[in-house]
């Protein structure tokens, strides 16, 4: 796309902002939907930029997506920054053509770019190409792009080059939400919609790690239906799904937005309670005892008991030993007649 040059000093002429794709709403949607904004890095994203830049033979290369009022680089070679408003990237611009490369051969002698702060101070851009990120759907959610602090053009087999690697960070970006999907998939109960054994034991590890860390507490809830094999066997296992059903969300709406509920195997349910002691599990314990019981049941009452055990992460101990405890005082609190809260004291001593 030609553009007419300028004999302005840049310090001198205004920038002009990309305006708005006819289908934003549809764009920011599609961007969203990847779930990639703010992620770590990662190395096939790397991978392209580093190809990119030995392509093109330029010092910098970026992946860029656009959202509402930044681009974000999913990955940079070359260059310090991770962000900059969207009213200063050239990808913006670059994104209202999402079936050709832009190449600005030297922004200052292009009227939109001239008196760009990203041309005139750092990074000092004079020469930038981007091939769009095109979706399934047609939508450009940001570029792969390249830099240069000197002119230059590029070559028809370079921006042929460019424009593959466009089609293959849109492929990595599909396969990596297709994982993601999956493994969510995988991690689910299929019959309560909550969390399974498989992600409880995930989640244990990478709170253990973290509360060990900062030396902060992690609370465990275990608790278990009452006496639900008789209840199976009077109502059927239909009416009992229900009721495994009604608990888990009974369960949930008593827990904070930070807690974690699954479900760890028949009609056993695990929590995990970040930043917690003994006083705060002991808390939350008994109010989801006492919302599962003043609950509303179709069949008969429902009651739970539960098991509260507490950590400070160390390293005489793993997240093992928390389960292990609540597990004795879930056992306790049955023992002790069902329908209530015990917490871990010690281990029985057996003669």
Not at 277 to 302: I, S, Y
């Amino acid at each position: 796309m030609a553009v007419a040059p300028t004999d302005t000093a840049p310090e001198d002429m205004p920038y002009t902002a990309a305006p708005l794709p006819h289908n934003e709403a549809q764009r920011l949607a599609a961007l969203k939907r990847f779930e990639v904004l703010d992620t770590e890095s990662e190395q096939c994203y790397d991978d392209m930029t580093t190809i990119a830049a030995a392509i093109c033979d330029v010092p910098t290369s970026v992946i860029s997506l656009i959202d509402e009022h930044r681009q974000w680089f999913k990955s940079r070679h070359g260059l310090e920054a991770t962000q900059t408003p969207r009213d200063q990237a050239f990808c913006a611009h670059a994104i209202l053509r999402p079936d050709e490369v832009m190449v600005v051969p030297d922004s200052t002698r292009d009227k939109r770019f001239a008196g760009n702060p990203l041309v005139t101070g750092g990074p000092g851009i004079r020469f930038y190409a981007g091939a769009p990120l095109l979706t399934a759907e047609g939508a450009a959610i940001g570029t792969i792009c390249v830099l240069d602090q000197k002119p230059r053009e590029l070559t028809p087999m370079q921006r042929s080059g460019l424009a593959a690697l466009s089609r293959r960070v849109v492929e990595q970006l599909e396969l990596r939400q297709l994982v993601s999907r999956l493994e969510l998939q995988s991690m689910s109960d299929g019959l309560t919609g909550i969390w399974n054994r498989r992600a409880f034991d995930r989640r244990l590890r990478e709170e253990w790690s973290r509360h060990g860390r900062h030396h902060q507490p992690l609370g465990l809830l275990m608790f278990d239906v009452d006496k639900f094999k008789s209840f199976n066997d009077t109502f059927g296992h239909p009416q009992g799904d229900q009721a495994l059903k009604q608990v888990a969300s009974t369960a949930q709406a008593s827990l904070r937005d930070t807690d974690f509920l699954a479900r760890y195997g028949g009609e056993e349910f695990a929590v995990l309670l970040p930043n917690l002691g003994n006083d705060g599990a002991q808390k939350a314990a008994e109010r989801l005892r006492a919302a599962v019981e003043r609950a509303d049941w179709p069949a008969r009452a429902v009651t739970v008991s539960v098991g509260v055990a507490a950590l400070v992460p160390e390293g005489d101990f793993s997240g093992n030993t928390l389960v292990a405890r609540a597990d004795q005082a879930l056992y306790e609190a049955k023992h002790a007649g069902r329908n209530r809260t015990m917490r871990f004291v010690d281990w029985p001593v057996h003669a």
